[in-house]
Every structure is written in structure tokens, then in C-alpha cells.
């Protein structure tokens, strides 16, 4: 078993060997399979000034392990599971000339990876598929009667890679903050 970070999978590939034969042959045995860990990072601020000054900042940071295996006509095919490593949203500003600041509680949910792809003519094209991941909060009191508002994002995210680093982690929604 071979034990590869995300962005070597490119260097993988290239070891793969290639057929110059354009008919189809029964399937052989998978290529030994491969497996990884992927991580991500969003490192978001957002600052909004109109009758209140808004300023907010999130961070998510995940990881997922992974297995797959390339079948004799390049399909490839795998799975892992992940989860996120920090959820944080951070709100600070003025609202109706008071300050207010909090770290609003967010919650996540761990995921499953699905991998697909196709190596030919010594590239590999693999794609990363995160199912299941979740983010969410409840309306949090900031203070100065200003709320961050309940969110919940639940949403797929499919990354492709020959040979970059895929990110474990999504975008949450981008209006969450509002006063009251």
C-alpha cells in the first residue's frame, strides 16, 4: 500500500503504465490502492460599514483520510471520511453608536469523500467529492442589539486535482450578520 499526500497525486499518475491500444480488455486487478489525507483552510473577513459597521471573520479548517484504486482502464475510485478540525466566526463593530463583539457557537457535522477520476496517457484527473458536510449556528446576541443570525449550510463540494491540494472545507453562507 502506498501512502501518498494530495498534491503528489499528479507524480502518481505519471508512473501509471499506458496502453497504446485503443479496444477494450477485460479488467485486470486494481493498481495497488493509494491512500492520503487532505486538508483545507477558509480564512474569510468581511467588513461592512452602511447605518451600523459590521466586522467578520471566519475560519474553517478540515481534514479527511482517503483510499482509492485505478482499475486497468484508468477508472478510479475511493473513499475516505473527514471532518472539520475549526469552525470560528468572530463579529465586531458599532451599532446605534454601542460597541459589540462575540465569537458566535458554531456546530459541524463530519462527512464522507467520494473519489472519482481518470488516469490516461500518464495524467490523472481526480476529483474529491465532500458529502454530508454541515455548518451551522443559532442566533447569537452580540450585544448593542445586534445579532448574528442561524445559519445552516449543508452542501456538496466536489474539488479536481492532477496535482494541487484539495480543500476539505466550504464556504458558509455569505449573509449571516444583520442587526435586529
Same mark, same amino acid.
Given at each position: 500500500? +502506498? ?15 499506458? %496502453? ?41 479548517? !478540515? +481534514? ?36 459589540? !463583539? ?9 462527512? /464522507? ?6 488516469? %490516461? ?5 481526480? +476529483? ?18 445586534? %445579532? ?10 466536489? /474539488? ?13 453562507? %455569505?449573509? /449571516?450578520?444583520?442587526? +435586529?
Amino acid at each position: 500500500m +502506498r501512502t501518498l499526500i494530495v498534491g503528489l497525486l499528479g507524480v502518481a499518475a505519471l508512473l501509471l503504465p499506458v %496502453t497504446g491500444s485503443t479496444a477494450p480488455k477485460a479488467p485486470a486487478q486494481s493498481v495497488e490502492p493509494y491512500t492520503g489525507v487532505g486538508t483545507g483552510l477558509l480564512d474569510r473577513y468581511r467588513h461592512i460599514a452602511s447605518s451600523f459597521t459590521s466586522d467578520s471573520k471566519d475560519v474553517y479548517r !478540515g +481534514r479527511f483520510t482517503y483510499a482509492f484504486q485505478i482499475d486497468a482502464f484508468g477508472n478510479i475510485e475511493g473513499t475516505g471520511n473527514g471532518d472539520y478540525l475549526t469552525a470560528t466566526w468572530r463579529l465586531d463593530g458599532v451599532n446605534e453608536g454601542r460597541r459589540f !463583539g462575540c465569537n458566535v457557537p458554531m456546530s459541524t457535522q463530519a462527512f /464522507r469523500v467520494r473519489i472519482t477520476g481518470h488516469a %490516461t496517457g500518464g495524467t490523472a484527473t481526480i +476529483r474529491f467529492a465532500l458529502e454530508g458536510s454541515r455548518e451551522w449556528n443559532e442566533d447569537h446576541d452580540c450585544g448593542a442589539n445586534f %445579532t448574528g443570525f442561524a445559519s445552516d449550510v449543508r452542501a456538496s463540494q466536489t /474539488r479536481s486535482s492532477s496535482s494541487s491540494r484539495p480543500k476539505a472545507s466550504r464556504s458558509p453562507s %455569505t449573509t /449571516r450578520a444583520f442587526r +435586529r
